[in-house]
């Protein structure tokens, strides 16, 4: 009898501290911009933490950006700045954000960012953490640190250095240029021009519908599928497959 009663308090001690921890909401304030983009030769986006969404229209005139401030402790939030102007023909627009390092006082922030840039101007792009995609627009020069990466319907060259994370390429009207990657797989998708990848780690690299060469230089773990290439094919050794109707 005794057994019994004691055995109550123990389960429901080890049933309480088995439930995952709730992690509170964050606080938000939006952040907005809009910047003149006549005559512009190359629109400049720095992302931090957070998600970047960057879409081309035809015929704009401006690139508008919409942001999303977030942090876990409402006093950071006037921390977290959005930078947008224009010198000369470049455009700059920035997530500006306090560095974060483990256990630092200020807690998570990040800065969420939709921007509509004009279809006809390049991009460069450097970008911290957090998915990212970019749609429409005209070349774009990619730097990116961690998180997914997909980018569809570009008007000319296409170049990326990238930490970790899928890559997804489609449709582009020129070359793509992995230049280094460090984990995930990349997918590449109708292009008009070459595919090069450079030095790449781990994860599958696919490639299909290639209008010109075919070229990977370095090569990790994961496997390298191709079909559909009209050019020279040149990758290592044994670590490839031809797929049917290439």
């Given at each position: 009898?005794?057994?019994?009663?004691?055995?109550?308090?123990i389960a429901a001690a080890a049933?309480?501290?088995?439930?995952?921890?709730?992690?509170p909401p964050d606080y938000t304030?939006?952040?907005?911009?809009?910047?003149?983009?006549?005559?512009?030769?190359?629109?400049?986006?720095?992302?931090?933490?957070?998600?970047?969404h960057v879409q081309g229209k035809?015929?704009?005139?401006?690139?508008?950006?919409?942001?999303?401030?977030?942090?876990?402790?409402?006093?950071?939030?006037?921390?977290?700045?959005?930078?947008?102007?224009?010198?000369?023909?470049?455009?700059?627009?920035?997530?500006?954000?306090?560095?974060?390092?483990?256990?630092?006082?200020?807690?998570?922030?990040?800065?969420?960012?939709?921007?509509?840039?004009?279809?006809?101007?390049?991009?460069?792009?450097?970008?911290?953490?957090?998915?990212?995609?970019?749609?429409?627009?005209?070349?774009?020069?990619?730097?990116?640190?961690?998180?997914?990466?997909?980018?569809?319907?570009?008007?000319?060259?296409?170049?990326?250095?990238?930490?970790?994370?899928?890559?997804?390429?489609?449709?582009?009207?020129?070359?793509?240029?992995?230049?280094?990657?460090?984990?995930?797989?990349?997918?590449?998708?109708?292009?008009?021009?070459?595919?090069?990848?450079?030095?790449?780690?781990?994860?599958?690299?696919?490639?299909?519908?290639?209008?010109?060469?075919?070229?990977?230089?370095?090569?990790?773990?994961?496997?390298?599928?191709?079909?559909?290439?009209?050019?020279?094919?040149?990758?290592?050794?044994?670590?490839?497959?031809?797929?049917?109707?290439?």
């Open positions: 009898m005794t057994m019994f009663v004691l055995m109550f308090p049933t309480t501290l088995s439930a995952p921890p709730t992690r304030e939006p952040r907005t911009a809009t910047v003149n983009a006549a005559g512009a030769k190359v629109i400049h986006i720095s992302g931090r933490a957070g998600f970047l035809r015929g704009a005139s401006q690139v508008s950006v919409r942001g999303m401030a977030r942090a876990d402790r409402e006093r950071n939030l006037q921390d977290i700045r959005l930078v947008a102007h224009r010198t000369g023909d470049d455009i700059y627009i920035a997530a500006d954000i306090p560095e974060q390092h483990d256990f630092d006082w200020r807690g998570s922030q990040a800065l969420d960012l939709d921007i509509d840039v004009p279809d006809n101007v390049k991009l460069d792009v450097d970008d911290g953490s957090g998915d990212l995609t970019i749609r429409g627009t005209s070349g774009v020069d990619l730097h990116d640190g961690s998180g997914n990466i997909e980018l569809e319907n570009i008007a000319g060259d296409v170049g990326i250095e990238d930490g970790s994370g899928e890559i997804t390429v489609h449709r582009v009207s020129g070359g793509v240029e992995v230049r280094s990657d460090g984990s995930g797989s990349v997918t590449i998708e109708t292009v008009t021009g070459s595919v090069r990848i450079g030095r790449k780690g781990s994860g599958n690299v696919d490639v299909s519908d290639i209008g010109g060469d075919f070229t990977v230089e370095e090569k990790g773990s994961g496997g390298i599928e191709y079909q559909n290439v009209k050019g020279r094919v040149d990758v290592p050794a044994r670590r490839h497959r031809r797929r049917y109707g290439s």
